[in-house]
């Protein structure tokens, strides 16, 4: 790409807004209703004290916790999820802002596309190649509009805490059965990791 289409680029992604800032939801409460009761959730619906605002909201139980998914008139889709660990774990999958991204462009650093649109840091190897390099990421990173996933371990309560948060695209049940399935992917690579590590942890102790 040469310097005059790096420039148009770099102009266009950060005066054009790609992603509304208000959205009206209301439209999307029948898939997400639909969404909640398939996979045994239960569907929250909150509104300002004016009713101006809404603000959907889905809890689903799972083995290891609950995962809860927001989104409403001022903010974009959002999948969470927590639970006990003594671990300390950290790590980040995050979109290039525009500024980031036309940096790349005038002096790519690295080969592939999602290095392109994504920065990412993960304390371990081993966790990074488990999600990073599978084909359940790589392909629903490349089809979807991911803005970032996180981890975050909170000191005082030994909660981890990870989060993945997507633009205004989700506009179906199938874009939310997407969503979870790939946030499960992502919870169950943690927890396999936490159990390998908490195993080899025992094993040294008995020696």
Same mark, same amino acid.
């Given at each position: 790409?040469? +310097?005059?289409?790096?420039?148009?680029?770099?102009?266009?992604?950060?005066? /054009?807004t790609?992603?509304?800032?208000?959205?009206?939801? $209301?439209?999307?409460?029948?898939? +997400?209703?639909?969404?909640?009761e398939?996979?045994?959730?239960?569907l929250?619906?909150?509104?300002?004290?004016?009713?101006?605002? &809404?603000?959907?909201?889905?809890?689903?139980?799972r083995?290891?916790?609950?995962?809860?998914? +927001?989104?409403? *008139? &001022?903010?974009?889709?959002?999948?969470?999820?927590?639970?006990?660990?003594?671990?300390?774990? $950290?790590f980040?999958?995050?979109?290039?802002?525009?500024?980031?991204?036309?940096?790349?462009? /005038?002096?790519?650093?690295?080969?592939?596309?999602? *290095?392109?649109?994504y920065?990412?840091?993960?304390?371990?190897?081993?966790?990074?190649?488990? /999600? =990073?390099?599978?084909? /359940?990421?790589?392909n629903?990173?490349?089809?979807?509009?991911?803005?970032?996933?996180?981890?975050?371990?909170?000191?005082?309560?030994?909660?981890?805490?990870?989060?993945?948060?997507?633009?205004?695209?989700?506009?179906?049940?199938?874009?939310?059965?997407?969503?979870?399935?790939?946030?499960?992917?992502?919870?169950?690579?943690v =927890?396999?990791?936490?159990?390998?590590?908490?195993?080899?942890?025992?094993n040294?102790?008995?020696?």
């Open positions: 790409m040469n +310097w005059a289409k790096s420039i148009l680029l770099f102009l266009k992604e950060v005066f /054009i790609r992603t509304n800032g208000y959205v009206d939801i $209301r439209n999307k409460l029948s898939f +997400w209703s639909h969404f909640a398939n996979n045994n959730g239960v929250k619906i909150k509104h300002t004290v004016s009713k101006d605002l &809404t603000t959907l909201h889905i809890i689903i139980p083995e290891f916790g609950q995962i809860e998914i +927001w989104e409403s *008139d &001022t903010k974009p889709f959002k999948i969470y999820c927590q639970f006990e660990t003594c671990e300390e774990l $950290r980040s999958v995050i979109k290039k802002d525009s500024i980031g991204r036309f940096c790349d462009n /005038i002096q790519p650093n690295n080969i592939h596309d999602f *290095d392109k649109e920065q990412y840091n993960f304390q371990e190897n081993s966790l990074k190649e488990a /999600i =990073l390099g599978s084909p /359940i990421f790589i629903f990173v490349r089809d979807s509009n991911l803005f970032s996933i996180t981890a975050n371990k909170h000191s005082q309560t030994n909660m981890l805490q990870i989060s993945a948060t997507f633009g205004r695209a989700v506009q179906s049940e199938n874009d939310m059965k997407s969503i979870l399935h790939f946030f499960q992917f992502i919870i169950y690579q =927890l396999d990791y936490l159990s390998i590590n908490n195993e080899n942890s025992n040294k102790n008995e020696y």
